[in-house]
């Protein structure tokens, strides 16, 4: 049974190197991928394989809540538009604002998490 799969990113070169095998199998095996993430000249290789690409503005290491708030917005719209099956997210502002946006518009999430991001790099953390 085809599905209406909707996967949220931070940045192409993540989901290029670490997903896209996932990808382009969830597309060869017929269902429909959508891909909401920044606007990259890049993502044009998403949209080669047969996904839509969706863009959407996210600040990867901004820390202003006004920007944050509005990438929730942004998620529940493109949520209500295309009504997926089941949603996946990568990285951590999609982790958690897609979260918070699938738990208001009722549909399924899959959060992966991966790493210890780069909080841990730095020699100065405990």
Request: proline share 4%.
């Amino acid at each position: 049974m085809k599905k209406k799969i909707l996967i949220l990113s931070n940045h192409f070169i993540t989901l290029y190197n670490f997903r896209k095998e996932l990808i382009k199998k969830l597309v060869g095996d017929g269902h429909e991928v959508f891909i909401s993430m920044p606007k990259a000249e890049e993502n044009n290789f998403f949209v080669n394989i047969g996904c839509k690409v969706i863009e959407t503005p996210v600040d990867r290491r901004g820390i202003n809540p006004i920007i944050d708030f509005c990438l929730i917005l942004k998620y529940i719209k493109v949520m209500k538009e295309l009504k997926p099956d089941i949603i996946f997210s990568y990285t951590i502002k999609p982790n958690i604002y897609g979260s918070i946006a699938s738990n208001l518009t009722k549909y399924k999430q899959v959060s992966n998490i991966t790493g210890t991001g780069g909080t841990f790099l730095s020699e100065n953390v405990v």
